[in-house]
């Protein structure tokens, strides 16, 4: 009785030590959510077919309306493509002959959001790409820019970084999360600062950029750009803009040795299903 | 063996059915009412353990910081011991009491934490307060669909039933 009673004790504590140990951690992470991930592919299968029966369903002549648009916009982007891959290719001829380092190239990788927590929602997610897809950890996630944005120009916001990695899916830190540290800059003044983290209220949710100059002007609606510091973050892609100043200061000093910016992010992090991946070549 | 696929099974669909649901945000408590049925079909420390594991699993899974779900689950495993030896478990409409119940005790801490790490302001308490309710309203629902479920599987695997569970505890006493 008593040897019985000791065995089940030694296994509640060899679980709990497993569970609280980081290496064995990793690896439970890893495991679980490989083991998880065909059933939600399978999820995300039936909810595409799903969606492609429903469009079926629509008139067959404004659908071959929209897939003729599609495929005049799709040359003229093919077309720009061309023509931006012949000015990089110049660009990086000139760059080699002063001697300078030839910019990074990167590899745009699409992926579906297949769970996310209830609690964190605007923390964190996980995504249907991992090791197998050539995903690393720290890169950069983007996704496309909410509506109330200009709609001529499609743009992509930075969402947040690849967290941690399985063999086919990898858990990203939106900017919101403290897990998430990004090195910014801002255009009209020439600042830089580090992201850091986050805090939602209602449906909104903002985040902070530390350790900005004391010295220099922060204007309301400000753009806030990544640096590219990091060769995993390419320069010049939108993070947010500065808060306005209503209920709580948007801008202030911290401890008289910098600023700290409230920043509005440019992603609906709210209504995210799809995101790019970008990896250094 | 039977007993271990029969265990297994169960802990994935509830793992499956939490993750999937949370990404509708939704907490559906199915970790909770099956951590809760097992307990009471099986015993106290098989109920720890599996609590122990499907908690920390949904914790290292949604990349939790705080791993509070083991212990918020081991809280349901007591107040199953309670439920059994206090609680009537021939009739199945009053299984809505331990369901909205459980789906406090796990809920509840989960929400308290996040609001007090990551959220601010009274619409957010509010928010919560009407996750927590509807939380509690699926745990209620959920038990006993269950229970009827899981009773009419396990009679024909000759598996402990739930509404027999106070039936054992007097045989052994």
Redesign the interface.
Known sequence: MIKKQSI?IL??FL??FT??FQPT?GV??KT??DF?YP??SL?LKIKNIVNQKVLARKNKNILSAKVLELQRNNSKLSAKCEHIEALLNENNELRKLLGLKPNPYYNYIFAE?????????F??F?INKGETDLIENGAVVLARISTDYPPTKTQFGVVGRI??ISKHTA?V?TIVSD?CNLSVFIPENGATGVLTRG????SKCLTKVSYLPRDLIYKPFSPVLTSGMSSLTPANLKVGNIMEEKDSAAISVYNNLFVEAKLKPAVDLNHLKTVLILVKK | MIHLSYIFLLLFISIFGELFFGSYYIIMPFAAVIIFYLTMIYNLKIGIILAIIVGSLLDILYGHTHYISPITLSLVVLFSIFWLHKGIVKHLHLQILPGGTISFIYAFPLLAINYFLNENGFLMFLINMLILLLTIIFGAVLLPITILLLDSINAKLKINLYTCSKNRLVESR
């Open positions: 089940y296994i509640i679980l709990a569970m609280l951690r439970i992470q679980a959510a998880f059933f939600f999820v959001i297949i769970y996310r927590d209830p609690l964190e929602w923390n964190r996980t967290d941690s858990s830190s897990q805090e939602r209220d209602g």
